[in-house]
T-cell receptor, first 109, second 115 residues
Framework: TQLLEQSPQFLSIQEGENLTVYCNSS?????LQWYRQEPGEGPVLLVT?????EVKKLKRLTFQFGDARKDSSLHITAAQTGDTGLYLC?????????FGAGTRLTVKP | SAVISQKPSRDICQRGTSLTIQCQVD?????MFWYRQQPGQSLTLIAT?????????ESGFVIDKFPISRPNLTFSTLTVSNMSPEDSSIYLC????????????FGQGTRLTVV
């Protein structure tokens, strides 16, 4: 059983569209991270959210941490082909970090 | 952040042989982590490597199959022993930093194919 559930598992969209991916858990986390992984590379940290209800923006990416610190969402506006990759959320709790199964995003030109 | 160099980046190995993967960090860290990422899947923690003590293995992973060395605070190795095709995977080393939350930084991974 996955501690962190990510949805959707796969997402294929056209360039210019908007999308949201979700990361849900029954556990409370002290912080939550989002990573993007491209083929042949390790995951790269995008953002860390720490406070319940927190919203962070990184150019076209908007990250939100749920009020109860159990869930998070990543919204991408006007997706570009360069956004293609595997998006992973990870929750930190008691010095332990666990990863979700990931959302594999494909942005078609 | 942290810069992590991992090698080899990929290898094709015969079943029954062993492969040692090296991970070098640009600064001293207490713990280093080894993950496995099977095709199309997320990351599974294999073990945590502390300098000066034996590695701590997660459920389903054992030292005989995945021996780990941690000779100093900037370097670690993971060996995949007596390989079978089921060991074909990406292996990643990682370090964690505080930075307002626990943040992980990864090497580029080692893509292992066992034939």
């Amino acid at each position: 059983t996955q501690l962190l559930e990510q949805s959707p598992q796969f997402l294929s969209i056209q360039e210019g569209e908007n999308l949201t991916v979700y990361c849900n858990s029954s556990s409370v986390f002290s912080s939550l991270q989002w990573y993007r992984q491209e083929p042949g590379e390790g995951p790269v940290l995008l953002v860390t959210v720490v406070t319940g209800g927190e919203v962070k923006k990184l150019k076209r990416l908007t990250f939100q941490f749920g009020d109860a610190r159990k869930d998070s969402s990543l919204h991408i506006t006007a997706a570009q082909t360069g956004d293609t990759g595997l998006y992973l959320c990870a929750g930190a709790k008691n010095n332990d970090m666990r990863f979700g199964a990931g959302t594999r995003l494909t942005v078609k030109p | 952040s942290a810069v992590i160099s991992q090698k080899p980046s990929r290898d094709i190995c015969q079943r029954g042989t062993s492969l040692t993967i090296q991970c070098q960090v640009d600064s001293q860290v207490t713990m280093m982590f080894w993950y496995r990422q099977q095709p199309g899947q997320s990351l599974t923690l294999i073990a945590t490597a502390n300098q000066g003590s034996e590695a701590t293995y997660e459920s389903g992973f054992v030292i005989d199959k995945f021996p780990i060395s941690r000779p100093n605070l900037t370097f670690s190795t993971l060996t995949v022993s007596n390989m079978s095709p089921e060991d074909s995977s990406i292996y990643l080393c990682s370090v964690e930093r505080g930075g307002g939350g626990t943040e992980a930084f990864f090497g580029q991974g080692t893509r292992l194919t066992v034939v």
